[in-house]
């Protein structure tokens, strides 16, 4: 077996995923643990939702969105905002503490009874993406009768 310094691209880069994910679980867990957020309904689901959104918006491999990973997830939900609305956002999350969302930010924020603008359009992009739009399966047969 060849050892990690020697992995093409593809394996290294799942295997950094997979730490990511690990250490991400771990921090699923502390908020798991803590009384304050034992009362939150299904919390272990909406964590595991969080850390697939924050692992799929984590454009540096690094545990934080910085400023492009935040104007991609804006833009893939259809919310393009300018580099000064970013900024904000980040000072909003962070209070102001960091130019990156790291998880813990972000968990406290989703979870959190603060409204901010991330949260508000991350939840406007869950309740759209819930509910179907068209039927699944094949549309129903139709006669000509029933043509208008």
Avoid: W
């Avoid at 690094?62 to 935040?70: K, T």
């Amino acid at each position: 077996m060849p050892s990690n310094k020697n992995m093409q691209g593809g394996k290294a880069f799942g295997l950094l995923k997979e730490q990511q994910r690990q250490k991400l679980e771990e921090i699923n867990k502390e908020y798991l643990e803590d009384q304050k957020y034992r009362d939150e309904e299904g919390l272990a689901e909406k964590l595991e939702s969080l850390k697939n959104k924050y692992a799929e918006f984590d454009l540096n491999d690094e545990g934080e969105i910085e400023m492009m990973g935040l104007k991609r997830m804006m833009e893939k939900l259809g919310v393009p905002k300018t580099h000064l609305e970013l900024k904000k956002m980040i000072v909003e999350v962070t209070g102001g503490s960091s130019n990156t969302i790291n998880y813990r930010d972000f968990v406290k924020m989703m979870l959190g009874k603060r409204s901010a603008v991330l949260k508000l359009v991350l939840l406007f992009e869950d309740k759209a993406n819930s509910t179907p739009c068209k039927p699944d399966g094949p549309p129903p047969k139709r006669d000509i009768t029933s043509l208008p």
